[in-house]
C-alpha cells in the first residue's frame, strides 16, 4: 500500500481542508500562503489522529514524515532541532474541524531541554528567558504528556517565590528558574519513575500523541456533547507544530490577541489586549491584566500599523470578523493563529448590517453568519435604564445581559445547586477550562482576574451568559467559601447581581426588564422577513401577551389557549362550578358567567392584532386539571373536620383535642388563641361547614374524573362533543367578539382549532356547533363574521387521515408537543424524570425531542400530514404551534415540508425569523435522506 | 323525465338484485321463474322506499303502477281487489337486502273490509274463517299503518274469552269473532279518530308506506347497527304485494317452515314445523306448539312427497342450505318465501362438509359460507359430559351451548343489569323482536313458549347465545318478577343453568367445559391451512397455555408475556424484592431467584411447542404494577398501625380502642376475642412490625415510581436498558432453557422480542445484552443455541423507524393494542369508560378499535413499517400479537399487508384460521381505497 500522506507543511496544506487539517491548521496554512508573516511550521492531520487513536501508536511513516518537514523547518530558521548551539523550539497545538477553544491540549517551547538550553542562552544573551521559557515547557510537558497535576509544579513555584521574597512571577532571576527548572524536572520524574525524555524527537512524538489523546478527553466530549459536535461536523484533532517566537524576549517584545471587530459590540475597531514580554498563555490564563491594543497606538506606534494592516489583510480576506493572535518577537510581528471571531448577538448583528454596509458580504451571508439562537442573548434580560442602585464593585463589561443568582465559588457546587434548580452565579479568581461545567449551570459569571478576552469571557460570551470579568475588588477565598469586597463579605448562597453590560455588581437581587430591539437587530430581522417563506406567529393567551407578540414581529397568534384565560383566579371557581354540575342547566348557568369574561378577552386579542390572524384553540386539557388534587383536597377536608370536630368538643378543650388528634393538638395546642380564633370564626359564618361540602363535592368529582393515563384520555374535542355546551359558549365568545370588532371597524380575523382530533367525524360535530352559533351571532349581531376553521394535528391518526380532516379543515395546526408523545409513547413528565436524560446522555436519542423536532419519526409523519392535506386541499395553510416550533433546526424542517407558519413563543419570535429566512437560503441542502 | 320502473312482477324481476328488490323479493322472483308454486304478486323497489322516506309520499307514478300490477294478480288469481263476491286478499311483507329477521312490519290479509267480507265468506262457505282473518287484518293494519299498540288488541281479545269462557283464540266461534272485529275498529278509530279505511287502494297504500317506514324504526337501526349493516350492504326496504293463500281453511290446509338442512346440527334432513289450520304468524309467533315436519308423513304423505321434492329443487338450485315458509290452501303447496338459513356453527360446518362431499359446493364456497366469528359456537362452554345432575325442567334444544346466570324478566332489566356486568340469564314467556337489547344482555335464553323456529331460537342461534324454548314446565308472572317449576318458585337474580344442547334447566350454577373439536369442524379447518398463507399462532404464557393452544392448532405462539410469569403468588414476592432492592446486588439477589423459576416455565413451554417457533416478549410493563396501589397500602398501613396502638393499650381495651379509632372498634367491637388473637400474634411473632416497615417501603417505591401517564413511562425497553440485569436474567433464563432442551433433544425456537422500542439504538443495546449472555450459555452448556431475535412494532415512531430497526430485528410483531393507544391517543381504559361507547354510540367511530383493527389509521401505520421493515430485509418475518390478531376483518387486513402471522388467544386460533383462509379466498376483493 502506498503510504497516505499524514503531514503537510503550512505552504502546501489546503486552507479548506478543516476536516483534514483541524481549524487552525488550515488557518495556518492559508495565511501562510496569503503572504502573512507566520512562523514556519506544518501541520500532522486529523487522519494520523484517528489512527493513532485506534490503534494507540502512530501510523507507521507518520514520525518520518514529521522528521522530512521538520528539516525543511531547519532550513528556513536556519536553526537546528536539538542543536545545542542554535536550537529550534516548536508548539505543538491542537486543532479540529470545528473551534473548540481550550477544550485539547497544547505543548510549548518544546525542543528545550539540558542540551539546547545554553544555545537558546546564547542566542537570546537572556538566560532569564531560557529558564523561564524551560520551566513552562517542563510543566505543560509534564502535565499535557505525562500527566502530572498542575497543583505540584504551583506549590514549588509558590515556595520559590516566598523563599526568593518575589511578588510576581516576572521578580524571579534566572537563578531561581534555574533552580525552579531543576525541582521541576525532580517533579515530573518522580510522578512517572522515569527520567525526563531530553531527546527532541522523542519529546516532539509524545507532544503529538498528547495532543490526539486530549481530542477523547472528558473536557473534550463534554464539550462535544454540549454543542452537539458530531463526527461528521469534526472528526479528530490535527497537531499543528509550529516554530516558538517569543513575546517575552524583552520591551520590545509582546504578545497579544486580536479581533478584527469589537466583539461585544460589534463596532468596526480593531480590537484586543496585548502584554508587553509575556507568552501567549499569559494573555489567555489572565494571568496578568494586559492593555487594549488602542494602548499600542502609543507605545509602539510602528508595530501599530504593521498590526492594523495585518487585521486588514485578514478581513478582507475572510470576509469575516476574525480573532487572531500575534506575538511581536525582537520588533517583529507574526501571526500565530486566526479563526473566526466568536461574538456576541449584539455584536454578531451589527457587523452584519455594516459588513454589508461595506460591501465585505452580501445579505444572504449577513443573513447566514448569524445563529439564531445567539439572538437569545439580545432578549437576555438587562437592567432596567431607569435603575440607579450603587455598584459593590465593577469589572470589565465581558459579555452582556444582568443577571441574579444565588454565589457560588465553584463549579461543581454550581451544577449541584443548578440541578436543584437554584439560580446561580459562579465567583472565581479565574476560571479554567475543567471549569465549564459550572458555566452550563449558572446565570452568569463572575471573575477577580482577567480581561474581555480571558476564558471566563470568551466562553460566556459563547454560551449568552452575562459575565463581569476582571472585577478585582472582590478577594475570593475559595476554601472558606466566602468573597470580601472591602469591608463586606459576601458567602456561598448570598444573592448578587451582575451587570455584563456595564461590568457592575449589586448586592442583592436586582429585577431586570427585557431588552429593546435594536436598529442593526430591527434591519437584520426586516432582511429575514423578506427571505423568509415561513411565517412567525406567537403563542399568546391574553390581551397583554398580543401586545408583546406584536412588539416581537409576530405576523398574528399562531395558537392561543382558551384554557388559560380559565385558570385566573377570579374565573377558577366558576370554570370549577361548571365542572361540578350535575345537570346541563346548571352546567349552562356556568358557562353564561363565563361567556363576557370571554368574550372581552378575545375582543382584547383582536384588537391587539387588529389585521393579523388570531387562531384560537377550543378547551383542551382534561377537566381535573381544573381542581385541585384529590390528595390537597384530603389534606384540606380532614383539616375542616378537625377544625369542626374541635369546636363541638370546646368546652373540653385541650384534652379532648389532645384524643382526638395528637397532631393536631400539637400544632394548635401552644397557641389555643389562633385554635379558639379559627373555631370562633368557624361558628359565625358557618363558612367551613359549606367549605367542606364544597370541597367533598370536589373530591368526588376528582375520583370521578381520574384517569389511568389523562393524557390520552377525556380531553379537546372528545370532552368538547361530549359536553357541547362548553364549546358553544367558546365558539359563541369568539364570533361575538369578533362581530363587535367589525362593528367598531377593527378587522379581526379568528381562525377556530380544535384539538385532539383523530377521525373526520369529531371536526364535522364541531362544525355543525360553529355553524349554528354563527348563524345566531350573525342574526343577533347584523353583521357577517368572518373566520376559518381548522384543526390540531396533534394525534397520529390524525396525520393519518389528513386527507379526509382537509374536506373539513380550512388549516392545520401541528402540535407537536403532544404528537412527539404519542410518536414516541413517552409522557414527557414521566419521560424527562425517569429516563430521557440517561436515553441523551448514552446517546440512545441525540436530542431530547420535546425540545428539538424529531425530525425522523414524527417530522416523516407530518411530512405525510402535509402531503395528504394538500392533496384533497391544495391551498391548505399549515402551521406548527409545539415547543419546538422556535426552535431553528424544527424551523428548518417546517421550511422543508413546506409549512405556512410556525407558531412560538414571544421572545423566539426573532430567532424564528432569522431561522426561517436561513431554511430559505439553505433549502437546497437539505437531502432524501432526511428521514435515514 | 322518463318514468322511473318501481313496481315488478314476480314474473320480471330480477332475482340476483337484492338491493333493488330486497332479498325476499328477488327470491319470490327467482322462485317464480324456476317455476315454484308462489302465489301471484309483485315487489315495489327500495328505490320507492329511498324516495319515499326523503318526501314523505311515495313516487310519482308509484301508485299506477302498482294498480296496474294488482290487475295483472287479479287476472292471474281470477278475482277481484275489493271485489264484494270474489275478493283478491293479499299480503305487504318488508323485505331488504339483508336479512333482518322480524326488525320490519308485515301487515295480511289486505283487501278485506266490511264490502269484501261477505265475498270472502261466500267464497270459503266459512265465516269463522272470514271473521278471524278480518280481525287479524285489523289488529296488524291498526298496528303497522296506525300506530295502535297490541295491548289494546289483547285486552278486546282477553275480554271476549273470558266472555264466551274460551280458552283458546281457536275456541271463538264465527259470531265471537264478528263481535271482536266491530270491537277492533272501534280500538282503531278511537285511536285515530277517523273512520278506519276502506277502500282496498287506501289500505295498499298506507300498507305499503307503512312498511317503508318500519326501515327506520327504532329496531330496525338498532338491528343495523348492531349488526354493521351499512348503506352499501342493504339501503332501503322493498314491500312485496303478494296474493294472500290461507292455511287456516281447515283441516287440508296448514302452514310451515322449513329447512333444507337441520339448522341445530347439520343433519341432510328436510327440517322444519307446521301446524294445520293455522296461519304462519302462529307458528312464528309460538303462540301454538306446532309439530315436527317429520309428523307431516303420517299425516299428510302426499303433501310431505310434495315438501320433500319442493327442498330439492330449492337446495339444487340455490347451493346453499334454505330456510323457506309454505302454506297448504287445501291441498295445495305454496312456497313463501325462501332465504339462506341461519344455522349455528355446528351445523354450518357439517353442511359444509357434507355439501361438498355431495357435489353442491366447492370447497373454496364451503370455507366462504362460514362466517369465522360463528364458531365461536363450537369453542362456547358446555355442561362436563360426566355432569349428572337433576334438571328442574326440559324443553326444546333451540341453540346450543351451556349458560349460567340470574334470572330476569325482560329485557330492559336484562340490559341495565348486564351493564353492570352481571351474567343474565334472559326468561319469557316468548320474545318478540323489540326484546333484542335484552338478547345482547344475556348469557342465554329460556322460554316457556314457542318451538324452534320460535323468534328467540332464531334469534339466539344468529347470536351464538345458548337457548332453550318451549319450555312449559315453567310459568311465568313477569309482573311480579318470579317464575314457578312445580312448587319451587324462581325470584328475578336467582341463578339457574340452561343447556341449549339438550334442552335442560338447571338451578343453580353448573360450571361448564370447553367444547371438544368435532370431525367436521377438524375437517374444515384442515382445508383452511391448506389455502391459508397467513399463520395462525397463539397467545400463551405458562405450559399449560401451551398445551392448551396445540389443542386448538396453534402454529406456534406468537406472545409469550413474561411477566405473566412474574404475577403467581409464589414469585410475586421475589419481583417485590427486586424492586424494592436499593443496590444493584440487592436486585441481584432476587433476579438469582427468579432465574430458575422462569428457566423452568420457559422449557416446560418450549417442550409443549417442540418444533414450533415461540416468541417471548422481555419485560413490558411499568414495574409498579407488580406492586399494590398507594391506596391499598395506606390502607393496610393505618389498619396495621392501629393494631400495634391497640396492642399498646392493651389494659384499658375497649375504651381506648375506641378513642383512638371508633371505626375499628365498631369493626372489632363485637368480637373482642378476634382483635385479642390478633394482637397475641403480634405480640408474639412481631411479624406485623416487619410488616408495616416492609408495606412503609412499598409506599415510598410506589411513589417513587408514580408516573403521571404510565402508558407512556418508564415502561418496556426503557426499564430494560435502565436495569440490564432484568433483562439480561430472562435472556439468560430463555437461551438456558433452549440449551436444557437441545441437549435433551427438543427442538427448541425461542424468539426473544423486544416491547415498546422507538428507536434502534434500543434494539442495539439489548442485542449486545443478547450477545453476551448467549456466549456465556453456549460455553457453559458446551450447545449452540438457535433463536431469533426481533422487536415489538407498537410504538408509532417503532414504524416510521421499521427500516432501520429491520437492520436489527430478525422479526417484527405489532403490538396493535399499544399502536392503537398511540395512534389515537386514546387510553384503553379511560376512554371505554368514558367516550369510547359514546362515540360508537353516535357513529363518530364505527368499532372499538381496541376490537377491530382501524385499518385506516392503525392499519395504515402497518402498511408503511411492513414496506420500509422489507426494503432493508427482504425476508423479514412479520406478525401481529394485539387482541385484533383474532378478528375475522382485521385479519382479512393482515393478509392484505402481508404479514406472516397472527397471533391470538387460544379459543380464537379456530376462528383465526378459517378467518386466514377466507382472506386468501378473497384477497382480490381488497381495494386501493381501503385507507379511504
Not at 415561513?534 to 384554557?563: H, S
Not at 425531542?849 to 392535506?869: I, S
Not at 426573532?910 to 439553505?922: D, E, F, G, S, T
Amino acid at each position: 500500500m502506498a503510504g497516505k500522506k499524514y503531514v503537510y507543511a503550512f505552504e502546501e496544506g489546503d486552507g479548506k481542508d478543516k476536516m483534514l487539517l483541524g481549524g487552525k491548521g488550515a488557518n495556518l496554512c492559508e495565511m501562510t500562503q496569503i503572504g502573512l508573516d507566520v512562523p514556519p511550521g506544518f501541520t500532522v492531520t486529523t487522519e494520523a489522529c484517528l489512527a493513532y487513536l485506534e490503534h494507540s501508536r502512530l501510523p507507521a511513516g507518520a514520525m518520518d514524515e514529521i522528521k522530512g518537514h521538520m528539516r525543511a523547518v531547519e532550513q528556513k530558521t536556519g536553526k537546528g532541532f536539538g542543536d545545542p548551539e542554535n536550537p529550534l523550539l516548536v508548539s505543538v497545538r491542537s486543532g479540529s474541524a470545528m473551534s473548540m477553544p481550550g477544550m485539547m491540549d497544547t505543548i510549548l517551547n518544546l525542543g528545550l531541554g539540558e542540551k539546547t538550553l545554553p544555545g537558546l542562552i546564547s542566542q537570546t544573551g537572556n538566560p532569564r528567558f531560557a529558564y523561564d521559557a524551560y520551566r513552562r515547557f517542563i510543566q505543560l510537558f509534564g502535565k499535557v504528556a505525562l500527566g502530572v497535576t498542575d497543583e505540584a509544579f504551583d506549590e514549588k513555584m509558590k515556595a520559590m517565590k516566598a523563599k526568593k521574597g518575589a511578588k510576581q512571577d516576572l521578580d524571579l532571576d534566572a537563578d531561581a528558574l534555574r533552580e525552579l527548572s531543576a525541582e521541576f524536572i525532580a517533579v515530573v520524574e518522580k510522578h512517572t519513575g522515569r527520567p525526563f525524555p531530553d531527546d527532541p524527537y522523542q519529546q516532539l512524538q509524545m507532544a503529538v500523541e498528547a495532543v490526539f489523546r486530549s481530542w477523547t478527553g472528558k473536557r473534550a466530549q463534554d464539550y462535544r456533547r454540549q454543542f452537539r459536535i458530531t463526527k461528521g461536523m469534526a472528526n479528530g484533532t490535527a497537531a499543528n507544530v509550529c516554530t516558538m517566537v517569543f513575546g517575552n524576549m524583552g520591551d520590545d517584545s509582546a504578545t497579544g490577541v486580536g479581533f478584527t471587530r469589537n466583539p461585544g459590540t460589534g463596532e468596526n475597531q480593531t480590537y484586543g489586549e496585548y502584554l508587553v514580554n509575556a507568552q501567549g498563555e499569559d494573555v489567555v490564563a489572565g494571568i496578568r491584566t494586559p492593555k487594549p491594543i488602542a494602548a499600542m497606538e502609543q507605545e509602539m506606534p510602528d508595530l501599530y500599523r504593521q498590526l492594523v494592516e495585518l487585521r486588514n489583510r485578514l478581513e478582507s480576506h475572510y470576509r469575516e470578523v476574525q480573532d487572531f493572535e500575534f506575538t511581536i518577537e525582537r520588533g517583529r510581528l507574526y501571526c500565530l493563529q486566526t479563526r473566526n471571531g466568536k461574538m456576541n448577538a449584539q455584536a454578531m448583528v451589527r457587523t452584519s448590517v455594516e459588513m454589508f454596509q461595506e460591501g465585505l458580504v452580501g445579505k444572504e451571508q449577513a443573513l447566514l453568519r448569524i445563529n439564531p439562537l445567539l439572538l437569545e442573548q439580545l432578549l437576555v434580560p438587562t437592567l432596567p435604564p431607569s435603575f440607579k442602585g450603587e455598584a459593590m464593585a465593577q469589572g470589565l463589561p465581558a459579555s452582556p445581559g444582568a443577571a441574579s443568582g444565588k454565589i457560588v465559588f465553584d463549579a461543581d457546587t454550581a451544577e449541584m445547586r443548578g440541578k436543584l434548580g437554584e439560580k446561580i452565579v459562579l465567583v472565581r479568581e479565574e476560571t479554567k477550562p475543567e471549569d465549564i461545567h459550572g458555566f452550563f449551570a449558572a446565570q452568569g459569571i463572575l471573575t477577580s482576574r482577567g480581561g474581555k478576552t480571558s476564558h471566563a469571557a470568551v466562553v460566556a460570551r459563547g454560551m449568552g451568559k452575562p459575565c463581569v470579568s476582571g472585577c478585582d475588588a472582590i478577594v475570593i477565598d475559595v476554601h472558606e467559601k466566602r468573597a470580601a469586597v472591602g469591608k463586606t463579605v459576601l458567602h456561598e448562597g448570598d444573592v448578587i447581581t451582575i451587570d455584563g453590560s456595564t461590568g457592575n455588581v449589586y448586592a442583592g437581587e436586582v429585577p431586570t426588564v427585557e431588552a429593546a430591539f435594536s436598529e442593526y437587530l430591527a434591519t437584520v430581522l426586516s432582511w429575514a422577513d423578506e427571505v423568509a417563506r415561513l411565517k412567525v406567529m406567537a403563542n399568546a393567551d391574553t390581551p397583554r401577551d398580543a401586545v408583546r407578540a406584536q412588539r416581537y414581529g409576530a405576523m398574528g397568534i399562531g395558537l392561543c389557549r382558551t384554557e388559560r384565560m380559565f385558570n385566573d383566579s377570579d374565573r377558577l371557581p366558576i370554570v370549577q362550578d361548571m365542572i361540578l354540575a350535575d345537570t346541563v342547566e346548571q352546567r349552562q348557568a356556568a358557562l353564561d358567567k363565563l361567556l363576557p369574561i370571554q368574550r372581552a378577552d378575545f375582543k382584547g386579542i383582536f384588537k391587539a392584532m387588529a389585521g393579523l390572524p388570531v387562531t384560537v384553540r377550543l378547551l383542551d386539557p382534561p377537566i381535573h386539571e381544573f381542581l385541585p388534587t384529590a390528595q390537597q383536597l384530603e389534606f384540606e377536608i380532614a383539616h375542616l373536620r378537625h377544625l369542626k370536630n374541635a369546636a363541638r368538643s370546646m368546652g373540653e378543650l385541650p384534652d379532648t383535642l389532645k384524643l382526638i388528634d395528637p397532631d393536631l393538638f400539637r400544632e394548635y395546642g401552644n397557641n389555643l388563641e389562633k385554635l379558639r380564633h379559627s373555631l370562633d370564626r368557624y361558628r359565625e359564618s358557618r363558612l367551613e361547614g359549606t367549605l367542606i361540602e364544597r370541597k367533598e363535592a370536589m373530591l368526588r368529582k376528582v375520583h370521578t374524573l381520574s384517569e389511568v393515563n389523562p393524557m390520552l384520555g377525556h380531553r379537546g374535542v372528545r370532552l368538547g362533543i361530549t359536553f357541547p355546551e362548553i364549546y358553544r359558549m367558546q365558539i359563541r365568545a369568539i364570533l361575538e367578539a369578533a362581530a363587535e370588532c367589525a362593528k367598531e371597524g377593527i378587522a379581526a380575523h379568528p381562525e377556530i382549532m380544535v384539538p385532539q382530533v383523530c377521525t373526520s367525524q369529531e371536526l364535522k360535530r364541531v362544525q355543525v356547533l360553529v355553524d349554528e352559533v354563527r348563524k345566531e351571532v350573525e342574526e343577533t349581531s347584523g353583521t357577517k363574521v368572518r373566520f376559518e376553521f381548522g384543526s390540531m394535528i396533534e394525534v397520529v391518526r390524525a396525520c393519518m387521515r389528513a386527507g379526509q380532516l382537509a374536506e373539513i379543515a380550512e388549516f392545520f395546526s401541528f402540535g407537536t408537543n403532544d404528537l412527539t408523545q404519542a410518536t414516541f409513547s413517552f409522557s414527557r413528565e414521566d419521560a424527562e424524570n425517569k429516563f430521557l436524560p440517561m436515553y441523551n446522555e448514552t446517546g440512545i436519542l441525540r436530542d431530547n425531542p420535546f425540545e428539538v423536532l424529531d425530525v425522523k419519526g414524527v417530522g416523516r409523519l407530518m411530512e405525510m400530514a402535509v402531503k395528504w392535506g394538500r392533496e384533497t386541499r391544495p391551498g391548505l395553510k399549515v402551521g406548527i404551534c409545539g415547543e419546538q416550533g422556535g426552535h431553528p433546526e424544527s424551523i428548518r424542517f417546517c421550511h422543508f415540508v413546506g409549512l405556512n407558519y410556525v407558531s412560538c413563543s414571544s421572545p423566539r419570535v426573532p430567532i424564528a425569523r432569522l431561522a426561517a429566512a436561513q431554511a430559505k437560503l439553505r433549502e437546497n441542502e437539505y437531502g432524501a435522506d432526511v428521514y435515514r
